[in-house]
């Protein structure tokens, strides 16, 4: 019997010899009131540190690094849409330039235009941007001294003789020039001969002619633009411009057409015609909005006041603006879900995609506009699939720019692109590294407590006597 004790207890007692977790009799052991405390400490202290380290353990950092840009795409996409409050539509201009020598005049391709309001509002469609057609010039015999001869028929105004030019017509149709102007000077004989028509045709249109260099305070006040400039005043229906063909009998038709319309021919008049105002002064802006594929080198887009059938006033040229919205590169909501995704955990601090929307640069005085330079830097999102479509950062910094009497004034957006990228990483703890901390708490500051408990109780034991 005892023999099967002995061997029965043999795996058991090898197997007991590595145990590192040996246990003391509980007759050996003291409980004490401070011991009793110190573990009401560590306790806390396991459960404070515990509750902290779950917390970190279940939020995520962002972090961001610098490298070099390895984008190899050779364009990139300019999105913009701009609202310019005191220009008009036909006038505006779209042109891009780089340092690769790209230079297209008036981009039409992607481009849109809205007439708007004085406040910036929508009010109507004005089309696809597209190439404006040439105006046809008629060409005369006679020279204008030729039909002046027997006396000016368009008669010559003035600020003070055109109120009552206008109050004793009911019809009025008045040429605002500039001599210098070259398309002045090929209007100025059928100007003339398109007087001595309405004379002679016994037309009930009074026509005249306002020189804008001598009588700058009236062109002005009547916002005259471009050169030259057509206007047909109604008393009492307003005043519509005129932008067709050049010619005596284009003008004459024009007229007779104006003359014999009763009121719902005028509005579809004023809708060919595209412009129309009731008398209150108040000009259309113009939103322009649309997509650009720019190398990706420096240059810059501008837009200005451009006609190729007027010259235009720089002193009337005002470029108050606003960008609704500029960006480069895919738009977000166009970009992969697991982009989206990724960038929804990114802080508002770092998303400079869009840094110039809503954004308003006003210009108070003639021969000003605002030049924007933008800094472009590629951005990639790391684990979000990002590397096939980066996104677009940017920096801008933008000036007020004086421009002188005889340069028409353009709002300019340069940017450039930089070698460098940032690569964005969202960091978070993986679940082997929680359990280690853990452990580490609770093996820590049990340890921790134990030798300070050990330390108090022989501080504070009583000494034996």
Known sequence: MRGNNIHGGGPRSALSSIDFYRRVPKDLTEATTLGAVMSICAMLVMSLLFMAETWAFARSSITTEIAL?????SQIELNFNVTFYDLACDYLSVDVWDVLGTNRQNVTKNIEKWETDHQGRRMMFAGRNREVRALHHEVHEESLEMLHEDGEHAIPLTKDTIDE??????????????????????????????AEQV???????????????EEAELCRAQEIRAFPTLRWYEKGKGVAEYKQDRTVAQLVSFSNQMLAANKH?????????????????????????????????????????????????????NLTHRVNHLSFGTEIHEAPRSVKRALKSIPSALRKFTPMDESMYSTKEFHQAWHHYIKVVSTYLKGSGSSEHPLYQFLEQSQLVLYTTENVPEARFSYDFSPMSVVVEKQGRRWYEYLTSLCAIIGGTFTTLGLIDATLYKVLKPKKL
């Open 165 to 194: 030019f206008l109050k004793e017509n009911e019809s009025a149709f008045i040429d605002f020039y500039a001599p210098w102007c070259v398309w002045c000077q090929r209007l100025h004989p059928t100007w003339e001969k398109f």
């Open 199 to 213: 004379e002679s045709d016994e037309m009930p249109v009074a026509v005249g002619k306002v020189d804008c260099v």
């Open 69 to 73: 840009d390895g984008n190899t795409q």
């Open 265 to 317: 021919e005028l509005h579809r008049t004023r809708k060919m015609m595209n412009f129309m105002t009731d008398g209150s002064k108040e000009r259309p802006g113009c939103q322009v909005s649309g997509v650009l594929m720019v190398n990706r080198v420096p240059g810059n887009f501008h837009i200005e006041a451009k006609s190729v059938n007027h010259n235009l006033n720089a002193a009337m040229t």
